[in-house]
């Protein structure tokens, strides 16, 4: 095992990455050669120790790659199938439980900073065809958490209005699924720059919350005062209480958001006289990416990558992720 | 009241016209002048007698024109207001019941063959901005049932496959939303010619069923082996079987035609083996219209438009929609 | 019109009761002679002023009486009909919209502290064969709120663990609903011999939060762990942290309560770590409060009654129910 | 292998007994030593040839018994758990698919009439607590299939009104779980003896339908012409027209029944008319069999047990049911 050393003050910590070169799949199980990962906030929060891990954790959650080898009795895969790996590997489909949630790869155990994985079979599904590994690499976590919020929860529909915030992962597939669901999509963001990309990616309306911190209110009044149908919300505590103005009676927001931090006072009671739903989420099911590689298949859109790394320059990485400057999604390729 | 007299055998029978020019409206009540109707399976049936309607009842359940007079206590509605029937206008929101699904226009109370009718505000929806009111008038009968058995019932995702059957209206409005969903389309028609113009329309695979009357294996194939989402099956016991050997696991079988009769065999042992669900439906509610609209503004999708009679040619439209050659709707425009 | 006597420091304003003995129902509208009221939070709140209402609103949202007169064009009720009212009169069925949850009446138009009251004839429903006005009169906004969150919400199932807080109106219901529907109920109050009391009504746990204020872990416990389907939350923010605690991974908490009231801190990343839904209500639909009544007529269960107060005894009603003594609900009969 | 030989024209063919001493678990499998089974009309058709299997396939998709190995890997069970099969061993939980459908036990695998079985730990659940092995092997076909029909498909809220047909195990399981669930259940019979028992067991309308040929408009007019919420077909072609008229309009009929055929005509335009859902359906999920063993337990509910036979008596069993006079479950003890 090599150890990705990093340090200075506010920066990251020891990164594991796993070169060993020959595991064995056992009985169900599969081995892949690890060609790609994506950054996620999730795995931010494990290299900088905000989510306690054990010594030696090798994080990552998202990995992509080509099936090198298959245990007894597995019936799904065969060598060079590409493939890509599941953030809940245990939840095979229905709603979510705690035997689903657990196991998280990168956190619950090692994850695919590493050349070679053995994992089980089940914990693993095809990737869009046609599709490089990198771009493969950022579905698991960013793409399945912005596809369930939308096409599971929300049950968005053609003509639905749905709000994003910023440029995130989540944020940007979060516009990709609304508009290919017939959805008209508000973007928010604090670059005019930014939201020209945003709108070239479809985005309807625009709002810079810099210069309209009352965004909630702006985004109201685009819908002529019936508020939007979805919220995707990444910012918790920081922007819930926008949300709230912005959301119609009988909406949805998305509770992913984990950047703005969860500790200041939020106005509830909107919520009850809105009759809104507050839907937390975590990713999704297997089943559920599966669905969603479908629909990606069927609509030929690609996912946005911001910048791509070595394996070696994970800590580059996760500068770069720490920056947010980014636009999409941060890849490592190995 | 003049009445188009019409007749021969296997012919139409006596349609009545009503062109009074003055309702006055009640309390709650509104006058439109209507501008345009369309014509729908539903309509022939009534007018060929094969749905028993009183003496001089006035046909026609599809309407959009203008307000020109409001009864007292109506808010929602003001003279030039552009506005469009429903074919259940006691059906607010939420699941049918015997009292949403009474009162249809052209068949339970007088219809829209008239130049000006009196009808409750609340049975009334604005039309998309700066659509024709022919345009608007294809929409209450034929694309709400669409609407509904994709969005409501099937709630289709992107990635979904659709099936449809033809190129009558409820079949091509059900091809334009499934598209609009992001859900791939196979369409299925007796006409090569009729198909390219399916495709022009967005529909991904085409089986023309004549030459391939064995359709539910061939669409089986098109999506390897897995089977279809969602069929909108207009063609009753004539299509049910084929469509059984079409349809997914768990997925779901709209029923709304008419047009193949229901009097043959269905093979539903596959629908108990295969999890199927069958859902009869008829047209939809008040609120699912307000959100069809919402997504056809959204969408910028139009209606496909197979011909436009004047309100005094009804007789002619009608023979035209008997000799099965239309794809889309046929408008009357006063 | 008459003035109700009104009050000392912290006490309660001057409530208006209508006694004027002869409205005419217009077209479209009903007139019912009120027999009974009951008093919910939402009514305190109006007459403390909590809720701003303009100058001499007749309070209370909640009616029963019977029918003395309908106008012109009414057909579902006739004279003598025990009817009672809709907290949400233009909410006829589906989800909430801003159209439907308007005209609350005792807020937004006057209430039913009144002898007589003329209202439209779908802002009416039966009421359970068999039973009192006061009965009836304890339903509309308590009963049906408990009912919407367990039953069209949460959607409950036998075998389903629902929690639920104190002894105020929507909180029996809520249990005497759980049970109807074969759930397990976990009850909490600060009273032992409340919590006797709710055993009698069936619960199957019972935790005094005053003696175990982390009542959260308790309810964890006795589900061996997997945590609670369902929580009708009536405590907000003096509850949800606890109530988080306590929901399972995927399950509901419905929030009602401004007991507590909003403004503190929420761990809601517990929300989105959990997957809960965190669904805000205001009661429900007239097709939801139909289908309860069929419910309560099934099922033979009856409301608790904690007291009963004449019309002009509605200052003492009020301070009874300030005291927080009450268990159950507090009716107005006149 | 001992095959239990049976029988003359007309009869039951042979049928393979499982008597080998020592399954030894693979990896993830667990060994069973089976303690009773009971019978379905699934294991009736295999055992007839109606459903065509491989030569010496062992019968029987239901078992109940206790671990006595478990294989590497297995931490979900230990020796000495008592445990039960899952028609669907492959479907963990969501909405049925292929992958889902597959192996089940007793036709396209063997099944349970075996003294030790080796499955894997997957395929199995806890028994309700308390439980014989010869109720909780009434449990995995039967009661799952209601289970789901009512619960999952129809939904069933308190105040539903539920029908019933025949007194096999299906139809037993329907009226005890919609009794559980708060409905009220009409059920139907061809004998007034076993409709005084179904009124033992809650039944809260009967009907002879050998006397009430119409039954469906005799349903009808006990719900005063509304119409009935859910009906458990298990008659096919012989019951579905009545039940097209009992059913209400957006209710549901859950088609299971084989035992009526499939081959005759049916008024599939009222299903459209009546907007009905006619839901296909084979069982059920481990995730619902969990639940409504909690459901089970919660409610104190036993199955009806009509009678037990050992192992080696299984012809006997099978004749038994042949004659069409049980009611409720028959079992196998080991």
Known sequence: MKVAAVKAPGGLGRI????????????????????????????YAVVMGKIPT???????????????????????????????????????????????????????????????????ASALTRIPAGWSFAEAATLPCAALTAWRALTVEARIR????????????VSVFALQFAKMAGARVIATSSSDEKLERL?????????NYRRTPDWGRAALELT???????????????????????????GLIAMIGVLGGWSGEIPLVLATLKNVRLQG??????????????????????PVIDSRFALDEIAAAFGHQESQKHFGKICLEF
């Open 158 to 169: 053609p003509g639905d209005v749905v709000l994003t915030q910023g440029t995130g992962g």
């Open 54 to 120: 054990p010594d030696g954790r090798i994080p990552m959650s998202d990995g992509a790659g080509e099936v090198v080898a298959v245990g007894d009795g597995v019936t799904a895969w065969r060598p060079d199938d590409r493939v890509m790996s599941l953030f809940h590997p245990r939840w095979a489909a229905g709603g979510p439980t705690a035997e689903g949630l657990a196991g998280v790869p990168g956190e619950q155990c090692d994850g695919f900073a590493a050349e070679l994985v053995a994992v089980c």
């Open 199 to 207: 709108a070239a990616l479809g985005a309807d309306h625009l709002i």
């Open 16 to 43: 594991a990455i796993e070169t060993r070169a020959d595991p064995q799949p056992a009985a169900g199980e599969v081995v892949v050669r690890v060609r790609a990962s994506s950054l996620n906030y999730h795995d």
């Open 281 to 302: 989420l975590t990713v999704g099911s297997r089943h559920e990416q599966e669905a969603m590689v479908a629909a990606l298949e069927a609509s030929g859109v690609r």
């Open 224 to 250: 002529d005062g019936r508020g939007v149908d979805a919220i995707v919300d990444v910012g918790g505590t920081g922007t819930l209480g926008q949300g709230l103005q912005a959301v119609r009676i009988g």
